[in-house]
């Protein structure tokens, strides 16, 4: 079956922009949770959405937003671009409890010049 | 709030060297806890994960890990690493109080030399 799947791979954006990145689940599964992964700050929780609610959200601005459609694929955005947001942004699905772990995405690379 | 320490961030070995990663966590509760991996321009990957039960858990790709609970330690092992399994890998727990929210530790960067 099909993994999960992000796009874009690679995004250049520039300072004060916005960006939307997407997430489409593993067939089946209702949760999707996104991470940032940075050389200074590892992985850290951004939030998890699932049945098009946010069920947990992570220490981060309210820039950074999400939101899931009726069929599971989810999307987050980052608004107003800070250099600090040059990151790996990674998307895992899981059937809905995280005791089952999850399946991660590729993630997309988000550069902010 | 849920912690994870991985004390190694760089570890070197040659090929049949044994392996043991280091990870600790804080939560006193029910604990599920997770290693994953990522090979070098690779998502990240599930190696093994503990639940309940046997506290010697295996993997995949010959990989173990043995819960410790009055340590709090949930190391994980290979008794011999080939070239291939250079990687950085990730002991996470789920934290306390959230659904699908992983605490990941630092990661270790484990460079196998032929």
């Known amino acids: 079956k099909a993994g999960v799947t992000q796009t874009p791979r690679y995004l250049i954006k520039t300072r004060g922009q916005q960006v939307t990145l997407s997430c489409s689940p593993i067939?089946?599964?209702?949760?999707v949770s996104w991470y940032q992964q940075t050389p200074g700050q590892g992985l850290q929780f951004l939030f998890e959405?699932?049945?098009?609610?946010?069920?947990n959200k992570g220490n981060f601005p309210g820039r950074f937003s999400g939101r899931q459609f009726s069929n599971s694929r989810s999307e987050m955005n980052v608004s107003t671009l800070e250099l600090g947001d040059s990151a790996l942004y990674l998307c895992?699905?899981?059937?809905?409890?995280?005791?089952?772990?999850?399946?991660f995405g590729s993630g997309t690379r988000l550069t902010v010049v | 709030a849920q912690s994870v320490s991985q004390h190694n961030h760089h570890v070197i070995l040659s090929e049949a060297a044994s392996l043991e990663l280091g990870c600790n966590y804080s939560?006193?509760?029910?604990?599920?806890l997770f290693w994953y991996v990522q090979y070098p321009g690779q998502h990240l990957q599930l190696l093994l994960k503990?639940?309940?039960?046997?506290?010697l858990v295996k993997g995949i790709k010959g990989f173990e890990a043995e819960f410790i609970k009055s340590k709090f330690s949930f190391n994980l092992r290979k008794p011999s690493v080939q070239w291939s399994d250079t990687a950085e890998y990730f002991c996470?727990?789920?934290?306390?109080?959230?659904?699908?929210?992983?605490?990941f530790g630092a990661g270790t960067r484990l460079a196998v030399h032929p």
């Open positions: 895992a699905s899981s059937l809905g409890t995280g005791e089952y772990g999850y399946t």
């Open positions: 067939s089946g599964h209702r949760s």
């Open positions: 959405y699932f049945s098009e609610t946010q069920r």
């Open positions: 939560y006193g509760g029910t604990v599920n």
């Open positions: 503990y639940f309940s039960g046997d506290p």
């Open positions: 996470a727990v789920p934290d306390s109080g959230g659904y699908n929210k992983l605490i």
